[in-house]
Every structure is written in C-alpha cells, then in structure tokens.
C-alpha cells in the first residue's frame, strides 16, 4: 500500500471547486455574449465569440491548477534540490524540508 494519506474531502472539495468554476466561466461568456448579441442585433457572431472566451479562461483555469498541484505533489529527486518557480512553490518546499527533519538532530532544550 500507498505510504502517501488519503485527504479525500479536500480531493473532492478542489475537484468540487474546479467544476463550478469551469461552468460559471463558460456559462458567464455564453450568456454574456447572447446579451450583447440580442443588445447590438449580431445573433450568432458575439455569443460564439463570448463563448470560445470562455473556453479559454476555463482551460486557463484548469491549467494552473494543475500546475500548482503538481508543485505542490511532486515527490522530490534523490538527494537533488528543486527550484520551484513560484513564490507558493518556495513556501511548500520549506515546509516539506522542516517536516522530513529527524527532531532527533536537533539539541534537546529543557524550557521548550
């Protein structure tokens, strides 16, 4: 088995997330090129626009969060640093490198 936890209600909160997202940027580009169509009188052409518009912002979507989980998840190589390119990336590497400290390296202090 897996040595890796389990965290399925976050999985499913991010993929809950990603979902209406995805549907809220694709039905406000094609709901808001049929207005303008029905405003201007240009029935198919804004609303096809409207809606590739957003099809684009929904893929943008998808794909940096993506990329951020892939940071995020990525099990790091043997003995090699990564260099993450985010400001995010730097802050979860950090936090992985103090996790996998042994405590028992460090000095015992008897007031801590």
Do not use: H
Request: aromatic fraction near 6%; proline fraction near 7%; avoid cysteine.
């Amino acid at each position: 088995m897996s040595e890796k936890k389990q965290n399925w209600p976050k999985a499913l909160a991010n993929a809950i997330n990603l979902g209406t997202s995805v549907a809220a940027a694709i039905a406000i580009g094609l709901l808001g090129g049929r207005w303008l169509d029905d405003k201007f009188g240009t029935e198919p052409l804004i609303t096809i626009l409207g809606l590739l518009l957003g099809v684009a912002t929904a893929g943008k979507m998808m794909w940096e969060r993506l990329m951020a989980d892939n940071v995020e998840y990525s099990p790091p190589d043997a003995g090699e640093k990564k260099e993450p390119a985010s400001t995010e990336g730097k802050r979860l590497l950090e936090d992985e490198e103090e996790a996998s400290k042994d405590p028992e390296d460090e000095p015992w202090d008897p007031l801590f």
